[in-house]
């Protein structure tokens, strides 16, 4: 549920998580799960099946995306900017970005997009989860984007985990030696709030993750 407190703004839950307040109503979960996706959608995918035109910077006008989601999707018709700006602002993954009257997504793209994110204040490691079947080409080739225009690095461990764990049980874990890379030319970009963005990365600055070697079985209970 999506609601707005009039003193510490908008908010996902059934009460204010700062005053504890019921806050105003602005959407259920369900309209909030399926904007989610069309926003994402719009700004990661497809701006021109919405007829609507993307900034080199990957910028689309929020009125612009109000009117163009109204038309579409009828049902949307009490839909206004603040609506947007409040999914964007408590989008827990820091996945998009306003400025003014404009929104972007922060990384995803498989649109041609010139993202000019910060670079400065990147962690000395970040990490990548690959399958166990991946892990020895990608430690002798380096990683390169797939699907996506850039490889996504994550800030953790746990959290490279985490995405990985969408396809397959047990990723194994990369770690990239930022400090290297930097050295070494390469551009490393801060998008959302645990993931960052690189062009691709040269298997000299990649090593295994060993995992640390698990407890033993505790003793049998008589």
Known sequence: ML?????????????????????????????????????????????????????????????????????????????????????????AKGRYEVRDDRVRATYGHTVDVDLDLPTENIPEHLYFPVTTEEAGIVLEVGLKPSDRKRVHLSKTADDARAAGSVRTPHPVILEVDIRRAQDGGLVIMRAGKTVFLVEQVPAEYLTRLEESAAPPPADPVE
Not at 61 to 69: E, F, K, N
Not at 72 to 81: E, F, K, N, S, T
């Open 3 to 91: 609601k707005e407190c009039a003193q510490h703004g908008y908010f996902r839950a059934e009460a204010c998580p700062v005053c504890g307040q019921p806050g105003r109503f602005l959407m259920n979960d369900r309209e909030l799960d399926h904007l989610g996706r069309v926003l994402t959608g719009i700004l990661r995918h497809f701006p021109d099946r919405y007829g609507l035109t993307m900034e080199p910077h990957g910028w689309v006008s929020l009125p612009a995306i109000v009117r163009a989601v109204s038309q579409r999707h009828p049902a949307y018709h009490w839909l206004r900017v603040q609506h947007l700006v409040a999914i964007a602002e408590t989008d």
